[in-house]
């Protein structure tokens, strides 16, 4: 007989039960607590990854960027509206430049030469 772990653990569980070293309420507490502490964890995750998400939106239209929304009402009629008129010009700050990561100290110039071997079918 070959089995996966949830077989081992459920004959482990039925052999203390058997012998009253573990009760099955006890078995029932634990096991309602592992299932509503998952659902708390995945709420919270779900309610972060929303959260960031807005925020980033809300980021990226405030540097310019539009997005296409489904909303009902305005069909889109608000982002026409605030596009750039011809000749209007706008100016943003781009990513600020990164920092070199080693230090100009680090490492030695080789200067190097090079050098033409030709074959020679007769070797000295």
Request: net charge negative; proline share 2%; aromatic share 8%.
């Amino acid at each position: 007989m070959r089995g996966g772990i949830g077989t081992y653990i459920l004959v482990i569980l039925v052999v203390l039960i058997l012998f009253g070293l573990v009760s099955i309420g006890d078995i029932l507490s634990l096991a309602f607590y592992l299932v509503a502490g998952l659902a708390v964890l995945v709420l919270i995750g779900v309610l972060v990854f929303r959260y960031r998400l807005n925020r980033l939106r809300r980021e990226m239209e405030q540097e310019g960027e539009t997005f296409r929304t489904y909303t009902w009402g305005t069909g889109g009629r608000e982002q026409r509206n605030r596009q750039k008129q011809d000749g209007e010009v706008s100016v943003r700050q781009t990513g600020v430049p990164a920092q070199k990561v080693v230090s100009n100290e680090v490492g030695d110039y080789v200067e190097y030469e090079e050098i033409r071997e030709e074959n020679s079918a007769n070797p000295e």
